[in-house]
């Protein structure tokens, strides 16, 4: 197919690509290889006198902005999809003395698969051997945090999170207005210790297993900067694993802090693992999507093991998060006959379907310590999925949706018990007044632990533009108070996002969660603001673009009517 | 241009165009040539049995839609924009007996215009006589209210606002949550008599200038669906009349309930003439625009007999509404000496320059009594304009803005002295948190007369994205209490916007407007989104599509993954 020989044509010239004018900083924590990798956008000087021909400038200092790309955004960079990343993290994680090489991989399925000529051609040359904690070992951030100990992983996000602000000096960018943060705590400067103490409490999470040191570590709190997950996935009708790869880093380039593969199709353990070993942002997946693969679309048919040796399979390939439905009781599901929109969480419906069948309890929900084992082994994080959010604004906040959510907090208590690292989904579609409600809900029963929401989208009546349906929600909620959103694509509810879908949802969802951060009042959030607003005052027209989200639609859409040079610096 | 070509193309073909599956419905009130324009949505019938073969199924009833298009989206229109449309309203201009017709244009600029031979390949064929109040009358819409007349006008516009909804039969789709409407007042059912009231009270207007008959009756309050205006109009550097008529159209199609024509070229005079005979909307101007114009550009040789003149020029030829800067006093403006992005209202700029350049109080507000004299005898409404709005977040909320908010909440009841129809115009850039205490500020300060706001935008990091930076804002304060909602578009910041950038820009205000009542609790608001939500639910794709605001990009977008027929009802 086209689109596919297009995608392997961008990964075999992959380069590092930085944005216009922009260059890759690194700032150095207490030891030499903790680099945090941001990016830096240099500004034309300011014209403050002369004439024309002489005139007098005053340089502008570059200002240093937050960077998901990873080595993508670095000219520097040696890139070859083949090879994978660099395991930034391998180090740290061995220091620890906790974890070893197994011989092999664990899972059932992994073995069978990889005995199987048959996948030889599509799979990564360069498989590293998993490793898994020690036993008796529990390997997780949430329990170092617990334990006193500062990780690398959190010195790290410390930089990362403070945006390399310390190095502003203009006044006038660090203008700022002071922020609406309905309790959140968000100190001047993020401390290793802050983070590690957030991290303890369950109030933020660092999604690092220890089979994906090649992603940066990166954090999710209210406390912290509002983050944004793209999804990514074939299906069974569409796309190929050079597509996907294609889509990974095309979602880092424009802001994806966390990446879901929601793959459907065939070649779901191939595809994820080229997707982990190229992916500096952590991956999250769905495992009930690929164990009901195995038992070939039989939601009936299946059973723990096949489950649980999904999540192991998954988990020693480096998965950073699962998203679990483990809150659809079965006494939930009749809650929702007299909705508009019935069940559409696909986790859910697999999961009610099962529960109906076997008149049984959700065996996510009846294993649920032993998933919190195999989490800790290899510190993969639980997103707690909410198997019955509404699928209409019409349906929000109903007792289906609330009661699930009640449930979550509970087993986030269990998964604290564990030392895993918990955040919770939330929904979905709710009218704009209704959103707080869900906000202030979750942080009481779950405890504070991170939110992470699809949207919300506020209206229904907009097919076509959900990314703004949604991000309307995403901005407030975010603001509100929660730590992750989940973006959405114009194609939502029509067909699968293509590349420039996935692009049109990032900045959306970007602009979402930085007006978030703005509203809040996050130290530091507003300098990019104050750095474009200046521009645009003084007409320093590239570096308005440069500042921009998206520097190559600002210059296309400006010179689209005034396209001569000289009408960018009048 | 080939541009231009285009344009005259467009309009030479222009016909009754409905949208998919829609029908042009009209609701007829006491009086037969009282007919209210609306669109009904038809929709598929839903399965509820059978097989594939022999499906038993159920009708679904229709969904009526608040329409702007007026007989541009009525198949059985007879559509010549060189004849103009027809003058629905002259009728009952006439009946009321209190205006008479003039034997020549009043404005000297007028008079001068059409005795140039040279403009005659340029102007309108069929230009009307203009009327004008009879002296010693007042013909606004707020005169007759506080007279306790109920004008065809008023019921018009109560019978458009219940959105048809007393014909919706399926109890499913008239589930609704409770909105939260911060002291807004919704009722049930909207009658000729709230309306007037609501105009008596200031609370609202109907912008409907005595020579602007073509116009269809809309209301502008908080107490009524929120509304969206589209800003158009050429500049010295491009676009034609033949264009700008095709972005009337285009804009009316896609659901400006006003529109602004901010023409700033050489024949700004015969394109209005032009937007305004074939405009079923209202039309507002900023009148200092032209005026400047007439000055060869140089603020400071404006003086009050130009603007005037250009007053009634606009008043004569049929505008709805002016925007009048009257609140940038000569001790506000050093106000913002200190901010980031200084003054960004080009007609706040221009009255700033006049003020300092002749140390002189502003001419518009030392005129006001007689611009309120003036636009009582067309029955043009006020929109008070904010000259000190902010350009930057960073700018929000300061002293110079609420200083001119407070003034402009004193004209306000200068011009209700006079029976004049007022709104309030608002920001701007101010991010999340701060955009409440504008609309408090402004229900306060100017007695709940309606605020009709820019965005508010929300963040200054993403220009290509303004239309959805500025959404955001726009959809919480409409929600707040705000209107009408002026939209932004991708090319703010950047450029001028073509047709597309019109239609990308009012999608994403309507989003707004409409999330907003939802959130409001409008009465009915809420069924396009649950008809929606049923027709997702029951997999009935076309009624999807024809549901959404843009029912050809939510089409294509499903096309372009499952484009079989058989998807779409799958």
């Known amino acids: 197919r086209e689109v596919r020989a297009?995608?392997?044509?961008?990964?075999?010239?992959?380069?590092?690509?930085?944005?216009?004018?922009?260059?890759?900083?690194?700032?150095?924590?207490?030891?030499?290889?903790?680099?945090?990798?941001?990016?830096?956008?240099?500004?034309?000087?300011s014209v403050i006198g002369g004439d024309k021909d002489n005139p007098i400038t005053r340089d502008n200092e570059s200002i240093p902005v937050y960077d998901t790309a990873g080595p993508y955004s670095d000219?520097?960079?040696?890139?070859?999809?083949?090879?994978?990343?660099?395991?930034?993290?391998?180090?740290?994680?061995?220091?620890?003395?906790?974890?070893?090489?197994?011989?092999?991989?664990?899972?059932?399925?992994?073995?069978?698969?990889?005995?199987?000529?048959?996948?030889?051609?599509?799979?990564?040359?360069?498989?590293?051997k998993p490793r898994r904690a020690k036993p008796g070992n529990n390997v997780s951030q949430l329990h170092y945090a617990r334990a006193g100990i500062v990780t690398p992983e959190m010195e790290y996000v410390a930089i990362r999170e403070n945006l390399g602000r310390d190095?502003?000096?203009?006044?006038?960018?660090?203008?700022?207005?002071?922020?609406?943060?309905?309790?959140?705590?968000?100190?001047?400067?993020?401390?290793?210790?802050?983070?590690?103490?957030?991290?303890?409490?369950?109030?933020?999470?660092?999604?690092?297993?220890?089979?994906?040191?090649?992603?940066?570590?990166?954090?999710?709190?209210?406390?912290?900067?509002?983050?944004?997950?793209?999804?990514?996935?074939?299906s069974s009708v569409s796309s190929s694993i050079e597509e996907e790869v294609e889509k990974l880093v095309w979602s880092c380039r424009w802001g994806a802090d966390t990446v879901m593969d929601l793959s459907t199709g065939r070649h779901i353990h191939e595809t994820r693992e080229w997707i982990i070993r190229n992916s500096p942002v952590p991956i999250g997946t769905v495992p009930i999507y690929q164990a009901l693969e195995k038992v070939n679309g039989v939601a009936e048919d299946l059973t723990w093991e096949v489950f649980r040796d999904t999540l192991i399979e998954q988990a020693e390939q480096g998965v950073d998060y699962f998203t679990i439905h483990a809150g659809v009781l079965l006494r939930y599901v009749p809650m929702t006959a007299n909705r508009?929109?019935?069940?559409?969480?696909?986790g859910g419906s697999i999961m009610a379907k099962w529960c109906l069948f076997h008149h049984k309890e959700n065996f996510l929900y009846e294993h649920f310590e032993e998933i919190c084992q195999i989490c800790a082994q290899y510190d993969v994080s639980l997103s707690l999925g909410d198997g019955m959010r509404p699928g209409g604004i019409v349906d929000a906040n109903d007792r289906a949706q609330f009661a699930e959510l009640e449930t979550l907090g509970e087993l986030t208590k269990v998964a604290w018990q564990y030392d895993v690292q918990t955040i919770i989904e939330g929904p979905g579609h709710v009218p704009m007044h209704l959103?707080?409600?869900?906000?202030?809900?979750?942080?009481?029963?779950?405890?504070?632990?991170?939110?992470?929401?699809?949207?919300?989208?506020?209206?229904?009546?907009?097919?076509?533009?959900?990314?703004?349906?949604s991000g309307i929600g995403a901005a407030m909620i975010g603001w509100y108070g929660c730590a992750m959103l989940c973006y959405v694509t114009p194609k939502e509810h029509l067909g699968l996002p293509d590349k420039q879908d996935v692009k049109e949802g990032l900045i959306a969802y970007k602009i979402a969660a930085h007006a978030a951060d703005v509203a809040k009042g996050h130290p530091g959030a507003q300098i990019r603001d104050n750095a474009l607003s200046l521009a645009r005052f003084e007409f320093r027209w590239d570096d308005q673009f440069n500042l921009s989200l998206d520097p190559e639609t600002a210059k296309a859409y400006h010179d689209a009517t005034l396209p001569q040079e000289s009408a960018k610096v009048a």
């Open 167 to 234: 190095r502003v000096r203009n006044e006038i960018l660090k203008k700022a207005h002071p922020g609406q943060n309905f309790g959140a705590n968000l100190p001047e400067a993020i401390t290793p210790e802050f983070v590690r103490d957030e991290i303890a409490r369950g109030r933020a999470i660092i999604p690092a297993n220890i089979n994906h040191p090649e992603a940066e570590p990166m954090i999710i709190g209210r406390n912290f900067l509002v983050k944004v997950n793209a999804n990514i996935g074939n």
């Open 435 to 469: 959103v707080k409600i869900n906000m202030e809900k979750q942080l009481a029963d779950c405890m504070e632990a991170p939110f992470y929401t699809l949207g919300p989208q506020i209206t229904d009546v907009a097919p076509g533009y959900d990314h703004f349906t």
């Open 6 to 45: 297009e995608a392997q044509q961008y990964l075999d010239n992959l380069k590092g690509h930085p944005f216009p004018n922009s260059e890759k900083l690194y700032l150095t924590g207490s030891r030499d290889d903790l680099r945090v990798g941001m990016r830096e956008i240099h500004l034309a000087p």
């Open 75 to 128: 000219a520097a960079s040696e890139l070859d999809v083949r090879k994978g990343l660099p395991p930034l993290r391998r180090d740290w994680v061995l220091e620890r003395d906790d974890t070893e090489e197994l011989p092999g991989v664990s899972s059932h399925f992994t073995q069978q698969r990889l005995a199987d000529g048959g996948f030889d051609h599509l799979r990564f040359d360069h498989l590293p």
């Open 340 to 346: 508009v929109v019935g069940m559409v969480s696909r």
